[in-house]
């Protein structure tokens, strides 16, 4: 049985497809459009999965959308009714591309897959799965157990923010849910509009800036923006946010709390003591929000392993606090847990919640160390340099290895790429900028003349499990960098 499993029309699009049980293929729009969170339909990752498996679309059993589109369309009509007329203007900007498209989405689906070809009803093969059952199952299905708590939590899907799910076996149940719009992805969202980074592509600078601050303003978050519960469970206070019904995350009023500073302007404004302090303020309180949730999970069921998706799972510094609480004995992150993950998500649950198929039990994650994309072959590569017109020499593997250490003891940046590009939003080794670490100034450097980006972005170290105790607060594996020691 092959299963293609799609995710698009928001951010991160992307495509995956498996033959039964196993990930043959996974990629995001991105990597052949070179526009970063595309959020087009994935044409290209869908020709990429077929290509790569050597199949064409009348060999597919199902392709399986990650969300139900009307259930999403009622939150957003049910939102701007309760806000009017409040949100006319945000209403009136989204609405008609909702009419003319989005709310049509099997319509759409079918005249994009007309671009590759097929035979017969396509229209009988394609399924739509809700948006945090896509994300549970992107973290269950592929993970090493048998049975588990999941946790998924992100900005919104159609109307869930935060869901609790049990996984045995090949089925997986959701428990419970919070709702739309109560929600600690938007929370975050909303510091990272205030910080002037763009939404839904620049929390993980939150997550890098908040190092360098205190956390001043975490009771003031607490005391007038959120009301957190002792087993984590949560309300936002909306006098202070404009997301429901405007063009911006957060209102005069928020700004009023924060030392009456409005957002910051990233073109005119530098980053300052205020925005490090406000960054490290609200990953405190995320910390403290997933921390209390874990733990009253961990009490609640008589079960030893977690699995984390959604895009607040992305947050390595989170994580890495969590595994240091031992409140579940094992922990599994989706490496793409963002939306972008939630096409192998529902592809899987298409082939065991849908299909109800047997699972097996296996002792790694199926992510394959997350390279699903795209390789090529040195033929390749060297036919596109010599059409480039690219100086080149080519290198056996032990002058390779010695000339790229040269350069590394030399303080030079490398540009490496070897087999297929990882799935997800981290670089792991496969498409990767490599560096010294020993050195002070490699960071800055790094970020300032090769990535021409902020200064205190950070970068991941890549070190020999056998070193590990040597260097880090650390005592297991983290292949996929979603933990912070």
């Given at each position: 049985?092959?299963?293609?499993?799609?995710?698009?029309?928001?951010?991160?699009?992307?495509?995956?497809?498996?033959?039964?049980?196993?990930?043959?293929?996974?990629?995001?729009?991105?990597?052949?459009s070179?526009?970063?969170?595309?959020?087009?339909?994935?044409?290209?990752?869908?020709?990429?999965?077929?290509k790569?498996?050597?199949?064409?679309?009348?060999?597919?059993?199902?392709?399986?959308?990650?969300?139900?589109?009307?259930?999403?369309?009622?939150?957003l009509?049910?939102?701007?009714?309760?806000?009017?007329?409040?949100?006319?203007?945000?209403?009136?900007?989204?609405?008609?591309?909702?009419?003319?498209?989005?709310?049509?989405?099997?319509?759409?689906?079918?005249?994009?897959?007309?671009?590759?070809?097929?035979?017969?009803?396509?229209?009988?093969?394609?399924?739509?799965?809700?948006?945090?059952?896509s994300h549970?199952?992107s973290?269950?299905?592929?993970?090493?157990?048998?049975?588990?708590?999941?946790?998924?939590?992100?900005?919104?899907?159609?109307?869930?923010?935060?869901?609790?799910?049990?996984?045995?076996?090949?089925?997986?149940?959701?428990?419970?849910?919070?709702?739309?719009?109560?929600?600690?992805?938007?929370?975050?969202?909303?510091?990272?509009?205030h910080?002037?980074?763009?939404?839904?592509?620049?929390?993980?600078?939150?997550?890098?800036?908040?190092?360098?601050?205190k956390?001043?303003?975490?009771?003031?978050?607490?005391?007038?923006?959120?009301?957190?519960?002792?087993?984590?469970?949560?309300?936002?206070?909306?006098?202070?946010?404009?997301?429901?019904?405007?063009?911006?995350?957060?209102?005069?009023?928020?700004?009023?709390l924060?030392e009456?500073?409005?957002?910051?302007?990233?073109?005119v404004?530098?980053?300052?003591?205020?925005?490090?302090?406000?960054?490290?303020?609200?990953?405190?309180?995320?910390?403290?929000?997933?921390?209390?949730?874990?733990?009253h999970?961990?009490?609640?069921?008589?079960?030893?392993?977690?699995?984390?998706?959604?895009?607040?799972?992305?947050?390595?510094?989170?994580?890495g606090?969590?595994?240091?609480?031992?409140?579940?004995?094992?922990?599994?992150?989706?490496?793409?847990?963002?939306?972008?993950?939630?096409?192998?998500g529902?592809?899987?649950?298409?082939?065991?919640?849908?299909?109800?198929?047997?699972?097996?039990?296996?002792?790694?994650?199926?992510?394959?160390?997350?390279?699903l994309?795209?390789?090529?072959?040195?033929?390749?590569?060297?036919?596109?340099?010599?059409?480039?017109?690219?100086?080149?020499?080519?290198?056996?593997?032990?002058?390779l290895?010695?000339?790229?250490?040269?350069?590394?003891?030399?303080?030079?940046?490398?540009g490496?790429?070897?087999?297929?590009?990882?799935?997800?939003p981290?670089?792991?080794?496969?498409?990767?900028i490599?560096?010294?670490?020993?050195?002070e100034?490699?960071?800055?450097?790094?970020?300032?003349?090769?990535?021409?980006?902020?200064?205190?972005?950070p970068?991941?170290?890549?070190?020999?499990?056998?070193?590990?105790?040597?260097?880090?607060?650390?005592d297991?594996?983290?292949?996929?960098?979603?933990?912070?020691?």
């Open positions: 049985m092959h299963i293609i499993g799609i995710s698009c029309f928001y951010h991160d699009s992307s495509a995956a497809i498996l033959k039964d049980d196993n990930i043959l293929a996974a990629v995001q729009e991105e990597r052949f070179r526009i970063k969170h595309d959020s087009n339909f994935p044409l290209n990752s869908i020709n990429f999965c077929l790569s498996s050597n199949k064409s679309l009348n060999d597919i059993d199902y392709l399986i959308f990650y969300e139900k589109p009307l259930l999403k369309f009622t939150r009509l049910e939102t701007y009714i309760s806000t009017a007329p409040k949100g006319f203007k945000s209403f009136k900007m989204s609405i008609p591309l909702w009419v003319k498209q989005k709310l049509f989405q099997k319509r759409l689906i079918l005249d994009e897959l007309k671009k590759i070809g097929h035979d017969g009803d396509f229209e009988k093969k394609i399924l739509f799965a809700e948006h945090h059952q549970a199952a973290a269950f299905y592929p993970s090493p157990f048998e049975e588990a708590v999941i946790l998924t939590m992100d900005a919104t899907g159609e109307w869930t923010t935060t869901s609790v799910a049990y996984g045995k076996r090949n089925k997986m149940k959701i428990l419970r849910e919070i709702h739309f719009p109560h929600s600690i992805g938007l929370l975050y969202s909303a510091f990272t509009y910080l002037g980074f763009k939404v839904n592509s620049g929390e993980y600078k939150v997550m890098g800036l908040a190092p360098y601050g956390p001043v303003f975490k009771n003031t978050i607490l005391d007038h923006l959120i009301d957190v519960k002792s087993d984590g469970s949560f309300r936002i206070n909306m006098k202070y946010f404009n997301y429901c019904s405007g063009l911006t995350m957060t209102n005069k009023k928020f700004d009023e924060f009456g500073r409005q957002p910051r302007k990233p073109e404004e530098k980053i300052q003591v205020f925005h490090m302090n406000m960054a490290a303020s609200i990953q405190e309180v995320i910390d403290m929000i997933v921390l209390r949730t874990v733990k999970l961990s009490k609640e069921f008589s079960c030893e392993n977690l699995c984390l998706a959604g895009g607040v799972a992305l947050n390595c510094v989170t994580n606090k969590l595994k240091k609480k031992n409140y579940f004995k094992n922990i599994w992150v989706q490496p793409a847990s963002g939306d972008a993950g939630g096409s192998i529902a592809a899987f649950l298409g082939y065991y919640h849908y299909k109800n198929n047997k699972r097996k039990n296996r002792s790694n994650d199926r992510m394959q160390s997350s390279y994309g795209p390789s090529y072959s040195n033929h390749e590569i060297e036919k596109f340099l010599k059409l480039k017109k690219v100086n080149y020499r080519k290198l056996k593997q032990i002058e290895i010695k000339t790229t250490t040269r350069a590394l003891i030399d303080q030079k940046a490398i490496w790429m070897q087999g297929k590009l990882e799935f997800g981290r670089a792991l080794g496969n498409r990767s490599l560096a010294d670490p020993r050195s100034k490699m960071q800055n450097n790094l970020n300032l003349k090769i990535k021409f980006r902020e200064s205190f972005r970068f991941a170290p890549s070190i020999l499990f056998e070193e590990l105790n040597n260097w880090f607060d650390l297991i594996e983290s292949p996929y960098m979603l933990l912070v020691a």
